[in-house]
C-alpha cells in the first residue's frame, strides 16, 4: 500500500518540485486556517451578528492569506536568483511552512477578536 507522508519525501531541487511542494499542501493549510476561521466566527456569533460586509471580508481575508501562502515558493525562488541556488530550501520549506502556518492561526485569531472588540467598542 502506498502511503502518503505530508513531509517524509525525497526533495527534488528542481523548481517544478519546489512548486509542486508548495502546492501539495496548500489545501493542508487552507483547512487549518479555515478551521481556525470558522472556530473563531462561532465564538464571535455568539456576542454579535455578522453581516454581508462582513463575508465579504472573510472572503478577501482567504485571498490574502492564500497569497502569502505563496511568499514560500517565491522566497525560494529569490533566494535561488540572487544566491545563485547556493542554498537548498529542501529541508527549509518544512520550517517555513511551519512558521508560515502557525503565523497565520495566529493572525487569524488576532485579526478575528480584534474586529470583534472594534464592533463592541462604543465609539
Known amino acids: 500500500m502506498n502511503e502518503y507522508h505530508l513531509f517524509d519525501e525525497k526533495e527534488e531541487r528542481s523548481l517544478l518540485a519546489a512548486f509542486a511542494w508548495w502546492e501539495k499542501r496548500r489545501l493542508i493549510y487552507n483547512l487549518i486556517v ?11 456569533s455568539l456576542f ?5 460586509s462582513d463575508l465579504v471580508g472573510i472572503l478577501i481575508y482567504g ?19 540572487y544566491f545563485k541556488s547556493k542554498i537548498d530550501f529542501s529541508e527549509k520549506r518544512k520550517i517555513l511552512f511551519g512558521i508560515g502556518l502557525v503565523l497565520s492561526i ?7 477578536f480584534g474586529y470583534a472588540f472594534i464592533l463592541s467598542s462604543p465609539f
Open 63 to 81: 485571498i490574502i492569506v492564500n497569497l502569502f501562502y505563496s511568499c514560500g515558493f517565491l522566497i525560494e525562488i529569490a533566494s535561488r536568483h
Open 106 to 112: 495566529l493572525i487569524t485569531i488576532i485579526l478575528s
Open 34 to 44: 479555515g478551521a481556525t476561521g470558522i472556530i473563531c466566527l462561532a465564538v464571535l
Open 48 to 52: 454579535s451578528f455578522l453581516g454581508l
